[in-house]
């Protein structure tokens, strides 16, 4: 009946967790069961029925059974109060249970048996759930000689009805996804952290060339490619805005690495790095961070940061290079992750490049060591060596479905030439059921009806390229040319056309009308 560990374990100035200090005097006629998502250190489900005056809670990592005599670990924890059963949203980085919650289902339940406390307390409580998404008997089971918080979940009757896909990420509450619930703020959260970073005026990222091959002549620092989010971290006061390089918010997406810039020992600060998601090797993975759009499990995230602009008052932008970096380094001997230094890889750059290749790795970045930061400008004294081929591309298009796939067959992508859209190819791999599935809904919604590439249809020596022919261009289904994707290929092909593209997500952080043909110099 108490909630004195529940209480003890958080801090109500920083959760908005429901306080809940003391138990309900009065059972409900009607019993309350909720599920809950749970993305915290790992991605589970929270499972609690109301006896007793509070939720009785257990920790469910793989989530309820449906099949008839399947078994699920569950891990009994403190007592919640009532009021948890609504609770939806974001748990503070450092606080107990960090991360985001989802109201995954929620209903009555019926204990089959006249006296669930004390079948509870011998270890064996029987009932029955009447949910959205879970309807049917299941049985909470205490692990014999395993400590009294080990338990199994038991699916018992019958089998139950498997959830649909769509409906596995989608709050019972608000129709929510984990994804958009991460990307809104709590109330809390909101309260003057991004109005005080605001005070920084926006800085546009410096950029890098693309070339073929290393500079010959200068003194250059060499630092990994990553493949993600371009970010620039903007703290004043404990207030911190995360801004994509077309000045997007990233702040309620990626609140543990806004939790972590608010820590460091600075008043005012601005930082440019690249916000990654890293596979088991620690590697980059741009379609791991796309994951989060989709609902699928947060992967470990960084924020590999390179380069500092202000800090405490002064405007380091006319810096050499090597000094800025000196400040930086020193500043995040003290930080703590998902924060982290971009230090450089020292040694002939043909030589890295071809490790860099090896190791499966974007490519390099070189940088002229007494370089200024040239804000919003495409420089030289930046540049970019890369060992695959790959680049941002406009969606102009999709053909409809074909065989057992749904939603849409391929992409159909291009570049800008000017104000020209230039049809590149299509793209019909790097797709899961969910992905298709979004991206469609998305498409959807920009809907238009001509054809935006000016050379569509295109023909060559008396036949159609790319298998679109005005007969085929009927079927396909056209939007509006706003959607920027990142696609990996093999090369060029001789015509101007993408060789065995893979779709690897959409990038919001670029401006449609910027994306051009990237021709190293």
């Not at 060339?209 to 490619?225: C, D, F, N, R, S």
């Not at 003290?334 to 750059?349: K, Q, T």
């Not at 390099?364 to 040239?374: F, L, M």
Request: one cysteine or more.
């Amino acid at each position: 009946m108490s909630l004195r560990a529940y209480v003890g374990k958080r801090d109500f100035t920083r959760t908005a967790e429901p306080r809940g200090t003391r138990p309900a005097a009065k059972a409900q006629k009607a019993r309350r069961f909720v599920i809950q998502k749970h993305d915290a250190s790992r991605l589970h489900y929270d499972f609690r029925l109301e006896l007793g005056g509070t939720l009785k809670s257990w920790a469910v990592p793989k989530g309820v059974p449906f099949k008839k005599g399947e078994k699920r670990l569950a891990m009994q924890v403190e007592d919640h109060p009532l009021e948890y059963a609504g609770f939806e949203g974001i748990i503070p980085k450092g606080q107990y249970g960090g991360g985001t919650v989802m109201v995954w289902d929620s209903g009555t339940y019926e204990p089959l048996g006249p006296h669930p406390q004390k079948d509870l307390d011998a270890g064996k409580l029987h009932f029955a759930l009447h949910g959205g998404k879970v309807e049917g008997e299941w049985t909470l089971v205490r692990i014999k000689h395993a400590g009294d918080n080990e338990w199994l979940l038991v699916k018992s009757g019958e089998d139950a009805r498997a959830v649909s896909r769509g409906k596995d990420d989608e709050s019972a509450l608000t129709g929510r996804s984990m994804a958009r619930i991460a990307r809104e703020r709590t109330a809390e959260w909101r309260s003057g952290r991004e109005e005080s970073a605001a005070k920084l005026e926006f800085i546009a990222p410096m950029k890098a060339t693309l070339v073929a091959k290393p500079p010959a002549e200068g003194e250059w620092l060499y630092e990994l490619k990553f493949d993600g989010y371009r970010a620039l971290a903007f703290k004043s006061g404990s207030g911190v805005q995360l801004l994509s390089r077309n000045a997007k918010d990233f702040s309620a997406r990626f609140p543990e690495i806004a939790d972590a810039v608010a820590a460091l020992p600075s008043r005012t600060a601005i930082f440019d790095g690249e916000i990654v998601a890293l596979d088991e090797e620690g590697r980059s993975s741009f379609q791991m961070l796309q994951a989060l759009e989709t609902g699928g499990e947060r992967p470990p995230l960084a924020y590999y940061i390179f380069d500092l602009l202000h800090h405490d008052g002064a405007d380091l932008l006319d810096q050499p290079l090597h000094e800025r970096r000196q400040q930086l380094s020193a500043l995040l001997k003290r930080a703590a992750e998902p924060l982290r230094y971009s230090a450089e890889i020292r040694g002939d750059p043909a030589r890295l490049l071809d490790e860099v290749r090896q190791r499966g790795l974007e490519g390099i970045i070189g940088k002229e060591s007494n370089s200024r930061y040239e804000a919003g400008r495409r420089s030289r004294s930046w540049v970019k060596l890369k060992c695959v081929a790959e680049q941002e591309m406009v969606i102009g298009g999709y053909t409809p479905p074909e065989g057992t796939r749904k939603h849409f067959g391929a992409l159909l992508v291009g570049y800008f030439h000017g104000k020209d859209l230039q049809f590149a190819g299509k793209v019909g791999t790097g797709f899961d059921e969910a992905l298709l599935q979004s991206l469609h809904r998305k498409m959807r919604t920009l809907h238009r009806a001509g054809c935006p590439f000016s050379n569509l249809p295109e023909k060559q020596q008396g036949r159609w390229l790319q298998n679109i022919t005005p007969r085929e261009m009927k079927r396909c289904h056209w939007i509006k040319p706003a959607l920027v994707c990142q696609v990996r290929f093999s090369e060029w092909t001789r015509d101007g056309k993408l060789r065995h593209p893979v779709f690897l997500g959409l990038r919001e952080d670029k401006e449609a009308r910027e994306v051009v043909r990237e021709t190293p110099r």
